[in-house]
């Protein structure tokens, strides 16, 4: 059955209607059936913010922003608070975590714990602002919740074998996402930017880059060797996220195709915070009580039905019940196109 559906998946007319017809109709049908309560609430959100601005996507799945003052603000509250000091005894803590290089796994750090509650309460204050919550949900087409808000540092390492999140690859936890990648330092080709595929006509969740065909390790699988992706994607249809502080890449992870760069001499500092939906697989990680970036807000203490939904999401009995997310994700790499060499 599945070697009759690889080669339907090579003709034509299977390509015309899964990436023509299919999408179009599925994503009628994840707005109003899957995302209904969300669809609800962003019909009402709508009303209520009419006249407010936000960022305009042109139907791709990425835009860069530049000389933003509300960018600009945040930033500049965050590096008042990243002084030497404090950034020398980040690294010193990591280090003593590990007895070489060989055991760290992750070149992120996340550095939540070092910052003051009156930072964190800001930066929640930013990532739910007006023209932030618009922008996510104008491009999602359904009210969003805050899945993640991270300050983080990336380390320069001695091995310069792209490894993990290095790779190319798709965050695979449902099928459409937005985040804001904010630089908070200049990103320059030495501390590692963030790559991305430009090119919207890739950018399909029923579209992806074939496997390798051999073992992968914890962490790289579902990601792709810089070698092995170089023979589907053009490198003129990549970029890297290079910038000053206060710029900003909004980019649909979950749909777009992006590797961490690798930091060679200095550290990269990036504010990323993330606009999904109850149907995608890390809602089950969530803590229905309360908020997972700051436990003084409650679910319970909330009466406003918008914020609510801001910090909690709102995922639907039926969902929860026949467990339809990661159903849902198998259903798109099933019937995903495999892209054909260049």
């Given amino acids: 059955m599945r070697k009759f559906l690889n080669k339907i998946k090579t003709t034509f007319i299977y390509k015309f209607l899964i990436l023509n017809i299919l999408s179009f109709f599925y994503e009628i049908f994840w707005q109003y059936i899957i995302n209904f309560k969300s669809k609800l609430l962003y019909l009402y959100f709508r009303v209520k913010t009419f006249r407010k601005k936000y960022f305009n996507f042109s139907k791709k799945s990425f835009l860069l922003v530049r000389d933003n003052e509300e960018f600009k603000k945040i930033t500049d509250e965050i590096n008042t608070e990243l002084t030497s000091s404090k950034i020398e005894k980040v690294k010193k803590d990591f280090t003593l975590k590990f007895n070489s290089e060989v055991d760290i796994k992750d070149y992120s750090i ?22 932030n919550i618009k922008t996510a949900s104008n491009y999602l087409k359904v009210l969003p919740y805050l899945a993640k808000v991270k300050l983080y540092m990336n380390i320069p390492l001695k091995s310069k074998i792209p490894k993990f999140a290095m790779l190319w690859h798709r ?104 606009y999904q939906t109850p149907d995608n697989t890390r809602s089950h990680d969530f803590n229905d009580e309360y908020f997972f970036y700051d436990k003084n807000i409650k679910k319970g203490d909330i009466n406003k039905i918008l ?25 798109y790499r099933l019937l995903s196109i495999k892209m054909n060499k260049i």
Avoid at 307 to 331: A, D, P, Q, R, V
């Fill in 307 to 331: 914020e609510k939904h801001y910090f909690f999401g709102n995922k639907s009995f039926l969902m929860s019940k026949l467990n339809l997310t990661k159903k849902l994700i198998y259903l």
């Fill in 110 to 131: 996340d550095l939540t714990e070092y910052i003051s509650e009156n930072l964190k309460k800001k930066l929640i204050n930013f990532s739910l602002s007006p023209k």
């Fill in 171 to 274: 965050d695979d936890f449902g099928y459409k996402s937005l985040d804001l990648f904010l630089a908070i330092r200049k990103i320059d080709n030495l501390n590692g930017p963030l790559h991305y595929v430009n090119n919207s006509s890739m950018n399909n969740i029923f579209l992806q880059v074939p496997d390798e065909n051999k073992e992968k390790i914890k962490g790289e699988r579902n990601k792709h060797t810089l070698e092995h992706f170089d023979k589907f994607v053009n490198e003129k249809d990549t970029s890297p996220f290079l910038g000053n502080a206060g710029d900003g890449l909004w980019i649909d992870s979950f749909r777009v195709y992006h590797r961490g760069g690798q930091c060679f001499e200095k550290e990269r500092f990036v504010l990323r915070i993330s």
